[in-house]
T-cell receptor
């Protein structure tokens, strides 16, 4: 089946640094990808919709200047957490819908970010 | 009111038991409904889509009641491997964006 990969799977960084997370669709093209964040014992919260060739759409309350999204190609979207703080520590997951299949999405394995 | 609401549980059941989870959604324009399963520290995985006519996949049965905006998941003959968090997921309006419920944690014990 369709596969979405994420890199890195986990990362530890110091406060104030920036971290880039990659999301790739491995055997299909994705004009749209979604970025979610999940805090411990909470559900996934949609952060933004990444659109190939245009700007990302951010959910209310998500700072676009802090969470930079670039959909560089039909198979790659990146999320950069800029000037990371400990409260940004979370599980970041991307997903991509299969073209032609309404609403069915495939999730990446997630990236666990810890900011010290 | 949350867009998708679930009882967080945990539901602690013995092996072989039948367990049912419920979910309500607030957006009447929602058109697609799913149950996902999430294991600890892993990404969600699609368990099954939910159709108006109800659908069954082995030990799992999903039901949708559009009038009441209510979705259910029934698991029969629970296995230890069924222990996970079950997420009720609804598409947002007519697009591809999904809204997740808070999840219901199931623990199946020997």
């Amino acid at each position: 089946g369709a596969v979405v990969s994420q890199h890195p799977s986990w990362v530890i960084c110091k406060s104030g640094t920036s971290v880039k997370i990659e999301c790739r669709s491995l055997d299909f093209q994705a004009t749209t990808m979604f970025w979610y964040r999940q805090f411990p014992k909470q559900s996934l919260m949609l952060m933004a919709t990444s659109n190939e060739g245009s700007k990302a759409t951010y959910e209310q309350g998500v700072e676009k200047d802090k969470f930079l999204i670039n959909h560089a190609s039909l198979t790659l979207s990146t999320l950069t957490v800029t000037s990371a703080h400990p409260e940004d520590s979370s599980f970041y997951i991307c997903s991509a819908p299969l073209l032609g299949l309404t609403y069915e999405q495939y999730f990446g394995p997630g990236t666990r970010l810890t900011v010290t | 009111r949350k867009e998708v609401e679930q009882d967080p549980g945990p539901f602690n059941v013995p092996e072989g038991a039948t367990v049912a989870f419920n979910c309500t959604y607030s957006n009447s324009a929602s058109q697609s409904f799913f149950w996902y399963r999430q294991d600890c520290r892993k990404e969600p995985k699609l368990l099954m889509s939910v159709y108006s006519s109800g659908n069954e996949d082995g030990r799992f049965t999903a039901q949708l009641n559009r009038a009441s905006q209510y979705i259910s998941l029934l698991i029969r003959d629970s296995k230890l491997s069924d222990s996970a968090t079950y997420l009720c997921v609804v598409n947002r309006n007519a697009g591809n964006m999904l809204t997740f419920g808070g999840g219901t944690r199931l623990m199946v014990k020997p």
